[in-house]
């Protein structure tokens, strides 16, 4: 059985488009920052660009851990990094504004957004409930899955659904 | 005689309007898959779509740019997204225009294995992007954003050929 999507919509009155346009938001929002994420060095040779922002979690910091992982492993090894990030965002661009495997993408948009919560957010000027807000839209979209409307999810799930494979079930669980 | 399964989600006295985010038409029979058929060949005609009309506000806006120069113009930039949004050469516009509306024919027609070609083409567009962003040499003058608007297209194209009937 195809489960319903998003909390709270029994209702005949609601509507689906508002968590449709935060799906949309964020993907476009991905999407636009995968571009100043510039190899081949990521800002590391100006400490400009992904390197600077990354840095500030060692030159701000707002959790420990979080600082010791930054300093000792990851601005050591940059470059594969910014790689992973720049993927990753692209990534995150393209299946958001598909709606395909949006549960799946909301969460790792949920883990890059903490990751730059805990890097940025003891900037000067720095508002942090921008961090917070881009952290409670990524749980939206996980909680209520508007890819199933618009979006690919819808088109692709009742396929899933008639398949017995391992990886369709897991599909659906993700979608 | 065992019994005949009911589709998944249908139930007695369900109308359609009243969950609004139920999924497509569900396994409920030939008339339901034809409707999934058909949304499933007009989402690929606006993925396609989407790439023509980029494309082509790409060709006009890189008017001064060379063909496949190292320069490169946002396709679209407003202050409202914060900054330039897929960057492109006449070469980038160009491949943009020819595979979307390569995608646009196979999806009219749906042809599947021509989708899988133009999916492929916008890998290549993916990767070539990937491997000359930030470089002297950048063929299409793509930068981060370009990588993720082909990947989009080629992913969207790609699984969407899967549900679609074969011509």
Do not use: C
């Not at chain 1, 609601?14 to 938001?25: N, T």
């Not at chain 1, 003891?122 to 979006?151: Q, S």
């Not at chain 1, 692709?156 to 669980?173: F, H, I, K, T």
């Amino acid at each position: 059985m195809i489960k319903r999507a998003p909390v709270g919509a029994d209702s005949p009155t609601s509507s689906p488009w508002p968590m449709v346009a935060v799906r949309l938001l964020l993907g476009v929002m991905w999407l636009q920052n995968a571009g100043w994420k510039r190899p081949p060095d990521f800002g590391a040779n100006d400490r400009s660009g992904l390197f600077f922002f990354t840095s500030t979690a060692v030159d701000h910091p707002v959790w420990g851990p979080y600082t010791w992982v930054v300093e000792n492993l990851i601005l050591p090894n940059f470059t594969p990094f910014g790689w992973t990030v720049l993927l990753t965002e692209a990534a995150l661009g393209a299946f958001l504004l598909l709606g395909l495997g949006t549960r799946f993408w909301a969460l790792v948009g949920l883990a890059m957004s903490v990751t730059i919560t805990l890097s940025v957010m003891r900037l000067p000027a720095e508002w942090p409930y921008a961090l917070w807000l881009l952290i409670a839209a990524h749980l939206a979209v996980l909680a209520t899955a508007p890819g199933r409307h618009a979006g690919l999810d819808g088109l692709l799930r009742p396929m899933w659904a008639r398949s017995s494979s391992s990886l369709a079930a897991r599909a659906l669980r993700w979608t | 005689m065992p019994s005949v399964p009911t589709a998944p989600d249908q139930q007695e006295g369900a109308d359609a309007h009243d969950r609004p985010f139920e999924d497509g038409d569900g396994a409920d029979g030939a008339g339901g898959d034809s409707n999934l058929h058909q949304r499933a060949r007009r989402a690929q005609m606006v993925i396609a779509g989407v790439a023509v009309l980029m494309g082509a506000v790409g060709t006009i806006r890189a008017a001064d740019v060379g063909f496949a120069s190292d320069r490169s113009v946002p396709v679209i930039e407003h202050r409202f997204v914060d900054g330039p949004l897929v960057t492109l050469n006449q070469a980038g516009a160009l491949a943009l225009v020819v595979l979307g509306l390569a995608g646009l024919v196979f999806a009219w027609f749906a042809m599947r294995r021509g989708l899988w070609l133009v999916a492929g083409g916008f890998a290549l567009v993916g990767i070539l992007t990937a491997a000359q962003y930030g470089r002297e040499v950048n063929l299409l003058g793509g930068n981060g954003s370009m990588l993720s608007f082909a990947l989009m297209e080629g992913v969207g194209l790609l699984a969407l050929s899967f549900v679609t009937r074969p011509s």
